[in-house]
């Protein structure tokens, strides 16, 4: 579903895409704020974060506590933050 769809401030694909940014606390006190309004307004996507924090749950129970390297960690946050350059820049081509 798609802000087109509904009159909510933020589309939803775009809340969906940032649920675990959400979850881990890996996002600003603005970004967190305007993720929960909207799940709060939205039971679709509030239903989807249910589903991916359980997901989330069960992959913390099943690999305990430990946490990928720091060096590994960065290394993706780079790597998603140029999908998500490129990705953007693509879709104002004609």
Sequence with gaps: MSSADN????????????????????C?????????????????????FGVEHEVKLLVGRCCG????????RERLRYKLDQLEVQSDSREYLP
Excluded: G, N
């Excluded at 009159?7 to 890996?26: G, K």
């Excluded at 506590?65 to 590994?72: I, M, N, Q």
């Design 7 to 26: 009159d909510h401030e933020t589309d939803c694909d775009v809340v969906l895409s940032e649920v675990y940014l959400y979850l881990d606390l890996e």
């Design 28 to 48: 600003s006190e603005e970004r967190r704020s305007l993720i929960q309004r909207h799940l709060d307004e939205c039971s679709q996507c509030l239903r989807q």
């Design 65 to 72: 506590d430990e946490r990928a390297p720091v060096e590994l």
